[in-house]
T-cell receptor, first 113, second 113 residues
Framework: NAGVTQTPKFRILKIGQSMTLQCTQD?????MYWYRQDPGMGLKLIYY???????DKGEVPNGYNVSRSTTEDFPLRLELAAPSQTSVYFC????????????FGDGTRLSIL | AQSVTQLDSQVPVFEEAPVELRCNYS??????LFWYVQYPNQGLQLLLK??????LVESINGFEAEFNKSQTSFHLRKPSVHISDTAEYFC???????????FGAGTTVTVRA
């Protein structure tokens, strides 16, 4: 019962560095999402995908990029890390209907110093 | 676009006392409503959802929420809380044919003995 798996769980980056947050799901879900969670702000949608090869911007996409080459994987790329990107990042997936619950990973805690 | 307001950021409560978490939404079209729970250092899990039909929905662990269209609310209640209910609770909304969720800022519930 792996569900949605995110790696790494924690990371500290220096300003200007780049990294990729990994997300994989084993439920054959078409829809996948990336959120960031900041204290008192709830979750904000960064990018989403409705299937392999299809991605689109969410509410806060600036500074991030995504790709979706397979149904299972949806990595999030930070190209030039900035302190404002310090956050907890969650990946989620849901079935094709979109009304079924989103399944979340345990998050990646990222600090930019 | 739809939005969600959670009226309480922090709710301290004693064990075995009742709790109510308030959620109001804004939307020009019909909505689907969700409550998610986040335990410390974990991702979000679906607690309950309203899609259509009976306006009172229940979870397996004693929570219930009532959809009130006239007041645009979806408040969450539990008649008697346990220490294990300590968590952050998020109200979320989506609309027909748009699978993306909009989240409230969250309510932290702390249950004390």
């Amino acid at each position: 019962n792996a569900g949605v798996t995110q790696t790494p769980k924690f990371r500290i980056l220096k300003i200007g560095q780049s990294m990729t947050l990994q997300c994989t799901q084993d439920m054959n879900h078409n829809y996948m999402y990336w959120y960031r969670q900041d204290p008192g702000m709830g979750l904000k949608l960064i990018y989403y995908s409705v299937g392999a090869g299809i991605t689109d911007k969410g509410e806060v996409p600036n500074g991030y990029n995504v790709s979706r080459s397979t149904t299972e994987d949806f990595p999030l790329r930070l190209e030039l890390a900035a302190p404002s990107q310090t956050s907890v990042y969650f990946c989620a997936s849901s079935s094709a209907t979109g009304l079924e619950p989103q399944h979340f990973g345990d998050g990646t805690r990222l600090s930019i110093l | 676009a739809q939005s969600v307001t959670q009226l309480d950021s922090q709710v301290p409560v004693f064990e075995e006392a009742p709790v109510e978490l308030r959620c109001n939404y804004s939307s020009s079209v019909s909505v689907y409503l969700f409550w998610y729970v986040q335990y410390p250092n974990q991702g979000l899990q679906l607690l309950l959802k309203y899609l259509s039909g009976s306006t009172l929905v229940e979870s397996i662990n004693g929570f219930e929420a009532e959809f009130n269209k006239s007041q645009t609310s979806f408040h969450l209640r539990k008649p008697s809380v346990h220490i294990s209910d300590t968590a952050e609770y998020f109200c979320a909304v989506s609309v027909y044919n748009d699978y993306k969720l909009s989240f409230g800022a969250g309510t932290t519930v702390t249950v004390r003995a």
